[in-house]
Protein backbone atom coordinates (compact mmCIF):
# COMPACT_ATOMS: atom_id res chain seq x y z
CA UNK A 1 0.00 0.00 0.00
CA UNK A 2 1.31 3.08 -0.82
CA UNK A 3 1.96 5.96 1.57
CA UNK A 4 -0.45 8.81 2.21
CA UNK A 5 0.24 12.01 0.83
CA UNK A 6 0.01 14.72 3.01
CA UNK A 7 -2.73 17.27 1.58
CA UNK A 8 -0.67 20.20 2.12
CA UNK A 9 1.75 18.75 0.07
CA UNK A 10 -0.77 17.64 -2.37
CA UNK A 11 -2.24 21.40 -2.91
CA UNK A 12 1.82 22.51 -3.28
CA UNK A 13 2.03 20.20 -6.58
CA UNK A 14 -1.09 21.64 -7.77
CA UNK A 15 -0.04 25.30 -6.84
CA UNK A 16 2.85 24.41 -9.22
CA UNK A 17 0.39 23.10 -11.59
CA UNK A 18 -1.98 26.33 -11.21
CA UNK A 19 0.94 29.48 -10.91
CA UNK A 20 1.20 29.76 -14.97
CA UNK A 21 -2.49 29.52 -15.68
CA UNK A 22 -3.40 32.23 -12.74
CA UNK A 23 -3.44 35.16 -15.52
CA UNK A 24 -6.96 34.47 -16.13
CA UNK A 25 -7.27 37.55 -18.35
CA UNK A 26 -4.87 35.95 -21.01
CA UNK A 27 -7.00 32.99 -21.03
CA UNK A 28 -10.38 35.11 -21.55
CA UNK A 29 -12.22 34.46 -24.88
CA UNK A 30 -12.83 36.50 -27.98
CA UNK A 31 -15.53 38.86 -28.27
CA UNK A 32 -16.63 36.12 -30.82
CA UNK A 33 -16.06 33.27 -29.51
CA UNK A 34 -12.91 30.41 -29.68
CA UNK A 35 -14.52 28.46 -32.40
CA UNK A 36 -15.77 31.26 -34.37
CA UNK A 37 -12.65 33.41 -33.93
CA UNK A 38 -10.22 30.28 -34.95
CA UNK A 39 -12.26 29.19 -37.65
CA UNK A 40 -12.68 32.97 -39.61
CA UNK A 41 -8.99 33.37 -38.06
CA UNK A 42 -7.83 30.95 -40.96
CA UNK A 43 -10.59 31.48 -43.59
CA UNK A 44 -12.89 28.32 -42.88
CA UNK A 45 -16.45 28.61 -43.12
CA UNK A 46 -19.15 27.26 -41.01
CA UNK A 47 -19.50 24.60 -44.03
CA UNK A 48 -16.34 23.51 -43.86
CA UNK A 49 -16.30 23.05 -40.49
CA UNK A 50 -19.44 21.67 -40.44
CA UNK A 51 -18.11 19.11 -42.89
CA UNK A 52 -14.85 17.99 -40.71
CA UNK A 53 -16.82 17.55 -37.37
CA UNK A 54 -19.54 15.52 -39.54
CA UNK A 55 -22.47 17.74 -38.66
CA UNK A 56 -24.73 19.79 -40.42
CA UNK A 57 -23.78 23.94 -41.32
CA UNK A 58 -26.88 25.31 -38.62
CA UNK A 59 -25.45 23.09 -36.10
CA UNK A 60 -22.01 25.09 -36.63
CA UNK A 61 -23.60 28.15 -35.99
CA UNK A 62 -26.10 27.13 -33.27
CA UNK A 63 -22.75 25.36 -31.71
CA UNK A 64 -20.90 29.05 -31.57
CA UNK A 65 -23.75 30.15 -30.17
CA UNK A 66 -23.77 27.93 -27.40
CA UNK A 67 -20.03 28.98 -26.89
CA UNK A 68 -21.23 32.71 -26.49
CA UNK A 69 -23.49 31.39 -23.76
CA UNK A 70 -21.33 28.94 -22.09
CA UNK A 71 -23.58 26.07 -22.94
CA UNK A 72 -21.44 23.97 -24.97
CA UNK A 73 -20.52 20.90 -23.57
CA UNK A 74 -16.80 19.89 -22.99
CA UNK A 75 -17.13 17.06 -25.79
CA UNK A 76 -18.67 19.25 -28.54
CA UNK A 77 -15.94 21.54 -27.65
CA UNK A 78 -13.00 18.72 -28.03
CA UNK A 79 -14.45 18.25 -31.18
CA UNK A 80 -14.67 21.37 -32.46
CA UNK A 81 -11.05 21.50 -31.34
CA UNK A 82 -10.17 18.88 -33.60
CA UNK A 83 -12.07 19.81 -36.56
CA UNK A 84 -9.81 22.98 -36.31
CA UNK A 85 -6.73 21.07 -36.00
CA UNK A 86 -6.27 22.90 -32.22
CA UNK A 87 -5.99 21.20 -28.40
CA UNK A 88 -8.84 22.18 -26.26
CA UNK A 89 -7.06 22.88 -22.68
CA UNK A 90 -9.79 22.61 -19.74
CA UNK A 91 -8.70 24.10 -16.40
CA UNK A 92 -10.14 25.31 -12.73
CA UNK A 93 -8.14 28.31 -11.75
CA UNK A 94 -8.63 28.80 -7.81
CA UNK A 95 -9.05 32.87 -7.43
CA UNK A 96 -7.00 32.20 -4.35
CA UNK A 97 -3.78 30.06 -3.51
CA UNK A 98 -5.50 26.31 -2.61
CA UNK A 99 -3.22 26.73 0.88
CA UNK A 100 -4.87 30.45 1.43
CA UNK A 101 -8.33 28.84 0.55
CA UNK A 102 -8.04 25.96 3.60
CA UNK A 103 -7.04 28.63 5.38
CA UNK A 104 -9.53 31.29 5.19
CA UNK A 105 -11.84 28.43 5.47
CA UNK A 106 -10.62 27.06 8.45
CA UNK A 107 -10.46 30.36 10.17
CA UNK A 108 -14.40 30.54 9.45
CA UNK A 109 -14.93 27.14 10.55
CA UNK A 110 -12.95 27.90 13.63
CA UNK A 111 -14.39 31.36 14.21
CA UNK A 112 -18.14 29.50 14.10
CA UNK A 113 -16.65 27.39 16.85
CA UNK A 114 -15.20 29.33 18.93
CA UNK A 115 -18.43 31.27 19.59
CA UNK A 116 -20.59 29.22 20.17
CA UNK A 117 -18.37 28.01 22.64
CA UNK A 118 -17.37 31.71 23.97
CA UNK A 119 -21.85 32.40 23.67
CA UNK A 120 -22.31 29.44 26.26
CA UNK A 121 -19.10 30.48 28.43
CA UNK A 122 -20.63 34.00 29.07
CA UNK A 123 -23.50 32.70 29.81
CA UNK A 124 -21.96 30.44 32.22
CA UNK A 125 -20.28 33.64 33.83
CA UNK A 126 -16.86 32.04 32.83
CA UNK A 127 -15.85 34.00 29.74
CA UNK A 128 -11.83 34.35 28.58
CA UNK A 129 -9.93 36.98 27.77
CA UNK A 130 -9.14 38.59 24.11
CA UNK A 131 -6.03 37.40 24.29
CA UNK A 132 -6.92 33.48 25.14
CA UNK A 133 -9.67 33.45 22.23
CA UNK A 134 -7.48 34.63 20.12
CA UNK A 135 -4.57 32.15 21.08
CA UNK A 136 -7.53 29.61 20.69
CA UNK A 137 -8.49 30.75 17.45
CA UNK A 138 -5.27 29.88 16.04
CA UNK A 139 -4.40 26.69 17.53
CA UNK A 140 -7.83 25.52 16.32
CA UNK A 141 -6.57 26.99 12.86
CA UNK A 142 -3.76 25.08 13.07
CA UNK A 143 -5.23 21.89 13.78
CA UNK A 144 -8.33 22.12 11.11
CA UNK A 145 -5.36 22.44 8.71
CA UNK A 146 -2.86 20.01 9.81
CA UNK A 147 -5.59 17.30 9.95
CA UNK A 148 -7.44 17.90 6.53
CA UNK A 149 -9.95 17.70 7.89
CA UNK A 150 -13.23 16.31 5.53
CA UNK A 151 -15.48 17.99 7.75
CA UNK A 152 -14.02 21.73 6.76
CA UNK A 153 -16.31 22.09 3.79
CA UNK A 154 -19.36 21.48 5.54
CA UNK A 155 -22.16 24.20 5.33
CA UNK A 156 -22.20 26.51 8.12
Not at 5 to 20: G, K, S, Y
Not at 89 to 99: F, M, R, S, T, W
Not at 114 to 121: E, W
Request: proline share 5%; net charge positive.
Amino acid sequence: MAPKIPLQMIRFALEQRLTPLRKSDEFAHPFRGWIKSIREAIGMTPAQLATRMGVSRPRIVQLEKDEMNDSVTLRTLRHAAEALDCTLIYALIPNKPLEQMVLDRAAKVAEEQLARTNHTMRLENQAVSTARQKQARERLIEDLVRQGDRHLWDAL
